[in-house]
């Protein structure tokens, strides 16, 4: 239940909806109050256009992104941990769910770094959106298949970032490993590694997926669809942090 009540939070919250509400209430209000709901609208929709160009939307994943991966320190770890970042449902030419491309993303760094240090992989995600099978079996399925490379072990239970921590603890906790190279999107690392230090590990940042923004150029100005979804990106993660704060608060007090 807590699952869908965020979900749903989280996409009345997030851009570009939470913008498009406000641009709609704007509206509605400017029929009694029209300068205040003119201006609310038109900011609004200014919002939506700045946070859709690309200048803008690198700049704010870059602002959270951590620094570049160190290999020789990532080899000091005793297991390589791979968040599940998503399903590519019922895919027509795998012949059913598979790892979505954030997911594979991760499965890619995660296979280079395997090769490089020789340590065990983990990979963690279970059926957060429904799918038929885990995250976890896709994504083992993937790097068996696809990279050469062999799971160790399986995280299969958790629905979030924080369940994917204290599961993986449990199971890691049996074979006495507790340095662990967690990959995952450099955007995702911040919020995912506090979750993972609060249960008990010493992580190494094995980030992937940097936000690359090019050369700037009048393009870096225009809106489009991918600026979007960078900017999301940035304000779910933010949500996801006050979130984690706000839940550690609420247990603490019971």
Avoid at 4 to 22: N, Q, T
Avoid at 100 to 121: C, D, K, N, Q
Avoid at 157 to 169: F, I, P, V
Avoid at 232 to 245: P, Q, S
């Amino acid at each position: 239940m807590e699952f869908w009540v965020v979900k749903l939070a989280g996409m009345l919250l997030l851009p570009p909806l939470s913008l498009l509400l406000l641009a709609l209430l704007g509206l509605l209000l400017a029929r009694r109050w029209r300068s205040g709901g003119l201006s609310l609208a038109l900011c609004s929709l200014a919002a939506l256009w700045l946070l859709s160009t690309p200048v803008v939307s690198n700049s704010l994943l870059a602002w959270i992104e951590p620094a570049k991966p160190d290999v020789e320190a990532i080899r000091q770890a005793g297991a390589i941990v791979v968040l599940g970042g998503g399903t590519y449902f019922d895919a027509p030419e795998f012949g059913g769910d598979t790892v979505g491309a954030f997911t594979l993303e991760r499965l890619r760094w995660a296979a280079r770094l395997h090769r490089e240090t020789g340590l065990p992989v983990m990979v963690t995600g279970g059926l957060p959106l429904g799918n038929t099978t885990t995250e976890a079996a896709q994504m083992k399925d993937a790097l068996s298949r696809d990279f050469g490379v062999k799971v160790k072990w399986l995280e299969d239970r958790s629905d979030n970032t924080l369940q994917s921590a204290g599961y993986a603890r449990e199971i890691l906790a049996r074979e006495g490993i507790a340095r662990i190279a967690l990959v995952t999107h450099a955007s995702h690392m911040r919020r995912a590694r506090r979750a993972f230090v609060q249960s008990g590990f010493d992580v190494v940042e094995a980030s992937t997926g940097f936000s690359t923004s090019g050369p700037l150029n009048a393009m870096s100005f225009l809106p489009n669809a991918w600026g979007m979804v960078q900017s999301r990106i940035f304000f779910h993660e933010a949500l996801g942090t006050g979130w984690y704060h706000v839940r550690r608060f609420m247990v603490s007090r019971d």
